[in-house]
């Protein structure tokens, strides 16, 4: 498992706010397709898989769904749970979105929105599968992910086209994450 997302939730909750990476960039991007594909969520149910510290959550309740959040970190459920606390239409739980969505019945949901997590899963197949399960017929899913170009970069074997783990220390807010592991997505 990720220990970066455990040990160093609470910066990353504070650094994801206003960085660069996911404030400017990543998140401006998803939500313009986001807004593009459905701009008004009101009376939609969405499922964030790998919620982190919920910033995607409150952006998707201000255009207004009914968010069911998921993450394999206790501390980032711990801190969403206290985030939305008292908001009836947000509800989050520990798991472990590479072992499925067992607790989610299939075809209940508008929108599935996973923001910067498909990198952690091996069987990413398993989990489309999964996705297609829960997912209403014509309900959308919005998923980001590092670019394998700088993946790539960090590669063992230097091959662009193998697909392999990745561990290696990540700076993040002045602090050095020591696990991040991560699969490269393009296959060979
Ligand atoms: C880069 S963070 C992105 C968080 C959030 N989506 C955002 O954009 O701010 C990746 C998140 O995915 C979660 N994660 C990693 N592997 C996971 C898994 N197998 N199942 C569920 N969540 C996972 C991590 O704990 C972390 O909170």
């Known amino acids: 498992m990720n220990q970066m997302y455990q040990q160093y939730a609470a910066q990353y909750a504070e650094a994801v706010k206003d960085n660069d990476y996911n404030a400017e960039f990543e998140r401006p991007t998803t939500l313009a397709m986001l807004d593009n ?11 964030d898989i790998g919620c982190g510290s ?25 801190l969403v749970q206290q985030r939305f606390a ?3 239409k947000v509800s989050c739980y520990q798991n472990d979105a590479a072992q499925g969505l067992a607790q989610e019945q299939s075809g209940q949901y508008d929108l599935i929105l996973s923001s910067l997590m498909v990198h952690y899963i091996e069987d990413q197949h398993a989990l489309f599968a999964e996705c297609a399960r829960v997912l209403k017929p014509n309900g959308m ?15 063992p074997s230097g ?21 991040r592991d991560s699969y490269i997505l ?3």
Do not use: C
């Open 54 to 78: 919920g910033e995607y959550i409150a952006e998707l309740r201000a255009r207004g769904a009914t968010v069911t959040a998921m993450d394999i970190s206790e501390q980032m459920v711990d």
């Open 141 to 155: 899913l919005l998923m980001s992910t590092h670019n394998p170009v700088a993946d790539a970069e960090l590669s």
């Open 186 to 188: 393009v296959t060979g």
């Open 37 to 47: 594909a459905i701009a008004d969520l009101h009376g939609n149910k969405v499922l």
């Open 159 to 179: 091959n662009y086209f193998s697909r392999e783990l990745l561990t290696v220390g990540s700076l993040m807010n002045g602090l050095v994450a020591p696990h």
């Open 86 to 88: 008292g908001d009836a």
